[in-house]
């Protein structure tokens, strides 16, 4: 179908939609000045900050990788009685509101929590430490990581594995040189969405990590002290990061395509 034959209401409706998503972003934008935002970086706080955020961030997505991709193989190979209400406990963080997730962390990560206590004993903390934020993020974002590296490795024929066995290659072998070769794409298109969506939490981590401050509480607590102006130059920074970062990976994850 071509451009030209869409009909009017589909394309209304589809502009709609995107001036809902585009008219408060510009407008932030807009709003804030260069020097504003440039005063924004070199503050102190807010770098400090944005290290932080940036830190936590990449450093949940790491572990996301290491345990997020054995559940999304299982689920996307396994046929196994309750693969689906499987899926759909890993799915809860993304629907359940995050300050209940943030309550639900402290009671098992905070101090006097469920396993706080034993890590505490081994001098490991996790409220009002960098682990606690890496636990908050980790918590609310490894749900886009499994679904979209279940579907990667779903999308994967089982022949071309089964034919790397055939041929000698054990099941690393297979999944290494075969299966993550092919599934890379949308493994790594889940790894970015996770580390979008951990650095931009705010209920989980500022319950079970208020300090130190990942940059969703510093804006926050820019807008209650200082107004809109303030946190309005944080938030267009941190805009201005996601959109470079999404920019970058739709560059590198669309596949080429003969035209």
Known sequence: MSRDAFPA???IAASLLVLFVVLPLAVTMLSTSLPAVLEAIVDPEVARSLGVTFLAGAISSTVGLILGLPLAYILARGNFPGRETLAAVVD???IIPHTA??????????RQGLLGRGFSRLGITFADSLGGIVVGMLFVSL???????????AAVHPDYEQAARVDGAGFWGTLWHVTLPLAWRGILSGAIMMWARGISEFGAVV???YHPKVVPVLVYEFFEAFGVATAG?????LIVVALAVFTLARTVLTEPTDR
């Open 207 to 209: 319950i079970l990590a």
């Open 9 to 11: 209401g589909l394309i």
């Open 101 to 110: 997730a943030g309550i639900a962390l402290l009671l098992v990560f905070g």
């Open 233 to 237: 130059a944080v938030s267009a920074l």
């Open 143 to 153: 749900p886009l990581l499994v679904g979209a590296s279940r579907e990667a490795f």
């Open 92 to 94: 809860l963080p993304m």
